[in-house]
């Protein structure tokens, strides 16, 4: 390659000095004319294709996902206030149920002292009506006893009289108002001690 560049050279310098293209050196800041040119070019085909498709595109990305952000708040907002009002709603029905609750025991605990009241008065009446019957029961055996005692003591006070007497009683009044006399007279016996 060096042969070339020789060549080049020379070919040059018999051309009354021409200055080749690569022999001048570039400028760092600005580029050729033909760079700028073409660079310029290929960048406002970029941006139309950009501008055309890619940016609507982006553009419309962009609002769907606002909207749905928006649309999430505004869902998230009603969702809580929902959310709230169903809240209160299960307290105050809660509490509801609470002072019903309270009334249902508050009747129970009354309805449960009546029924106590009226056993305990059932009770009661059947106690003194098993009493009474008991008292009935007693006075109607003791009458029986008293009557068996009268009888027998009758008929032995008859026996010791008789063997007293050494005859028998024979007629049944004066037997009888016998007995009355002696049981009689055991009675006032009775009542004065």
Excluded: C
């Excluded at 390659?1 to 070919?11: E, G, S």
């Excluded at 059932?122 to 003194?128: F, G, I, Y």
């Amino acid at each position: 390659m060096t042969n070339v560049n020789a060549f080049i050279v020379a070919q040059g310098a018999e051309a009354g000095h021409e200055t080749l293209p690569l022999e001048t050196t570039p400028s760092i800041l600005l580029p050729a004319a033909y760079d700028v040119v073409w660079s310029l070019v290929v960048f406002i085909i970029v941006f139309l294709v950009f501008a055309k498709y890619v940016l609507p595109r982006f553009q419309e990305v962009l609002l769907e996902r606002e909207d749905r952000i928006k649309g999430g708040i505004e869902r998230a907002e009603v969702a809580q206030k929902e959310a709230k009002a169903a809240l209160e709603k299960n307290n105050a029905e809660l509490a509801e149920a609470r002072a019903e609750a309270a009334e249902i025991r508050e009747a129970a605990r009354t309805r449960g002292k009546e029924i106590e009241a009226e056993a305990r008065a059932r009770a009661e009446e059947e106690s003194r009506r098993i009493v009474e019957a008991g008292e009935k029961q007693l006075l109607a055996s003791r009458e029986q006893v008293v009557s068996e005692l009268r009888n027998e003591m009758g008929q032995n006070s008859i026996n010791l009289a008789e063997r007293l007497l050494g005859t028998e009683l024979s007629d049944a009044t004066r037997r009888s108002n016998t007995i009355d006399d002696f049981l009689s007279e055991l009675d006032n016996v009775s009542t004065r001690k």
